[in-house]
């Protein structure tokens, strides 16, 4: 049995080494250059020649779920995530301070190690998972007469043949696609007419990350 995972954001990448754990190969694809999805990370280059690195999406995570946990002190055990000990506080810019502070040790805080792409990177280097950026998949088809799925390209190329697909971004499925494509989403649902409407309640908030750096260590701010 083959299977394509469709993004190597964390649920893509941890889909696709947990296939590969289990025996079942997999092929991942990723429009993006690298992995990460949500969890990326950005490089930059400060105009004094500095390396500034960016976790733009999520900057931490925490967990409640037991399974979850189990798998993330396997990265811990091995150095791919680690507690991150902070305190998190809103500023009040009318007081000029800091308010509701946080200590670290209520919630454990993991971050990647070095950044929160390390996590998708390393589970999408795992052994039976063959990992290819910079691939959009343009469509997905029910090969009734062979039993398989073929998944095609932006571009309309063959990507392959595979027994199982798992998409992990529901823009597969969404208009959205369209707007960002110009094409339509690679995967028609009206064979499913239940799951097309369980996905349409699923709403997609933008929201804009500000990347921003400080010449000075910001921990005398307010003091
Ligand atoms: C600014 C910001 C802050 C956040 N803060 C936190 C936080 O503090 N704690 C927390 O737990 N969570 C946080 N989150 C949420 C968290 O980042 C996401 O819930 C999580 O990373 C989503 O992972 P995912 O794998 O489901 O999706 P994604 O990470 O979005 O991965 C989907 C992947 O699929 C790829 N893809 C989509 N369509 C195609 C296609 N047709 N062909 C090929 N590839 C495709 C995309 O390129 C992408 O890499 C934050 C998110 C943002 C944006």
């Known amino acids: 049995m083959k299977v ?11 889909c696709a080494s947990t296939l590969a ?10 429009s993006a250059r690298g992995p990460g999805g949500r969890m990326s990370q950005r490089r930059e280059i400060s105009e004094d ?3 500034l690195l960016f976790d733009h999406g999520a900057p931490y995570f925490t967990v409640s779920n ?13 150095g791919l995530v680690a507690e991150w000990k902070v305190n998190f506080s809103s500023f009040d810019c009318v007081f000029n301070k800091f308010v ?3 200590q670290v040790g209520i919630s454990k805080k993991y971050v990647g190690v070095p950044g929160m ?3 998708c ?3 999408c280097r795992q052994p039976g998972v063959e990992s290819k950026f910079g691939v959009g998949v343009g469509r997905l088809d029910w090969l009734d007469e062979k039993n398989l799925w073929s998944v095609m390209g932006l571009d309309g190329q063959s990507l392959g043949n595979f027994e199982g697909v798992v998409a992990s971004d529901k823009n597969v499925v969404s208009a959205r696609f369209r707007d960002v494509t110009g094409k339509p989403p690679p995967l028609d649902l009206t064979f499913a007419p239940e799951l097309a409407a369980k996905l349409e309640d699923i709403p997609v908030n933008p929201c804009f990350a500000l990347m921003l750096a400080f010449a000075e260590p910001l921990s005398s701010v307010g003091h």
């Open 4 to 14: 394509a995972v469709v993004g190597s954001g964390i649920s893509g990448a941890v």
């Open 21 to 30: 754990k289990n025996g079942v190969p997999v092929t991942l694809f990723d």
């Open 49 to 51: 020649g500095k390396e």
């Open 66 to 78: 037991p399974d979850v946990l189990e798998l993330v002190r396997e990265w811990e055990s091995v």
């Open 100 to 102: 509701d502070i946080q």
């Open 117 to 119: 792409n390390s996590i």
């Open 121 to 123: 990177r390393a589970l």
